[in-house]
Structures are given as C-alpha cells and as structure tokens.
C-alpha cells in the first residue's frame, strides 16, 4: 500500500480543484492507500530564501514553519500529488513555493533518495493549461519523477477517482 501526500493549492477550499482533490482521495483509499493531504492556502510556508543551508548542516531546511510538516511526510511517502487551479497560466503560488523549498530534500538526501511517484489535478476556466503542465513536466522530469497521471479540467472527478483508485 502506498503513502500519498497531496499539496492542495486551492485557494477556495469547497472549489474545483477540491473537488478534484476529493475524488482522488476516496479513490485512493478504496484501494487502501494512505491519503494525507496538505492545504497549503492556510499553512506559513515561507519563500526558499538560498541560504543553502540544506546542502550544508540544515535538517533539511534553516527555515523552520509548516514546511516542517510536509518534509517529515515526504520522508515515508510513495507518491506526491500537486493539485492547483490555474492563476494566470501557471500554478498558484503556494504550490510554487512549496515545491521551491523542496529544493531542500533533493539537496540534503540526494536525487536517489527522492524518488517518487507523482500526478497532477487541475482545474482552469478556460483550457489554458500549457504553461502549469510544462512546469510540472521540468520539475517532475528534472527531479526523475515517475509521473503516474494528470487531471486536467474541473468536474473530471469521475477521472480523479480512478487515478486514486489506480495507484500502485
Ligand atoms: C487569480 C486568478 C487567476 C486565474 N487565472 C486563470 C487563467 O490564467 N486561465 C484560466 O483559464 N483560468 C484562470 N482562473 C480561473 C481558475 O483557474 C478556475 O476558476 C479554477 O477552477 C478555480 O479553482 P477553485 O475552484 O479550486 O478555486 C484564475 C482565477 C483566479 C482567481
């Protein structure tokens, strides 16, 4: 069984995107998977501030905030889900934040170490998903992350749910 963590950047938290969120979740659990998610809207999560304290001593990071909580899930989990609606062509900002402090834990542990599975939920008003997928492609491929599945579009819970249901 797996070990999911989601990193929800839904600004509205009953939206889209978690509705999306949502779907992917029961699916996943009905497959016996172990879903814990993070609604970054709400938690501190300061901006990676280059000190490259994680490719020295930091445990990994200098910067002590909610982040904390994610590295310490990110340590046991198989697969990371990024979810966000679509803000001006690209990701919202607390998932890019977030991802920016990752550079920690890729820093301190090593690529290898790392690995993960990883998908993407998404949802927009218009189809204007280019930007965000292609950023998520270079972070993923970049990271050598195997990526499981995306889901673009709001109302595909249908979707979410068997990409839950599906992991491995
Ligand atoms: C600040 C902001 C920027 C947005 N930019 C785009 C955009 O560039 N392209 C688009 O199709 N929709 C855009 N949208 C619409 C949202 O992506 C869309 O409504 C999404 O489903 C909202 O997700 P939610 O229901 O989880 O909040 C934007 C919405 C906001 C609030």
Request: hydrophobic letters at 35%.
């Amino acid at each position: 069984m797996s070990n999911i963590i989601i990193l929800n950047a839904a600004a509205r938290k009953n939206g889209n995107t978690t509705a999306l969120v949502k779907a992917f979740t029961e699916g996943a659990k009905e497959s016996g998977h172990t879903v814990k998610e993070f609604y970054l809207q709400t938690m501190t999560i300061r901006g990676c501030i280059a000190c490259m304290g994680c490719a020295r001593n930091a445990d990994p990071c200098t910067q002590k905030d909610e982040m904390s909580q994610i590295y310490n899930e990110f340590k046991t989990c198989d697969v990371v889900v990024f979810s966000s609606p679509v803000y001006f062509f690209g990701v919202a900002g607390p998932l890019k934040t977030c991802t920016d402090r990752l550079f920690a834990v890729f820093s301190k542990y090593g690529f290898e170490e790392c690995q993960r599975k990883c998908a993407l939920l998404m949802t927009s008003d218009d189809p204007q998903y280019e930007q965000a997928v292609d950023w998520y492609h270079r972070f993923t491929d970049n990271v050598g992350w195997d990526n499981i599945g995306e889901i673009l579009g709001s109302g595909r819970t249908k979707e979410a749910h068997d990409l839950g249901a599906s992991v491995e």
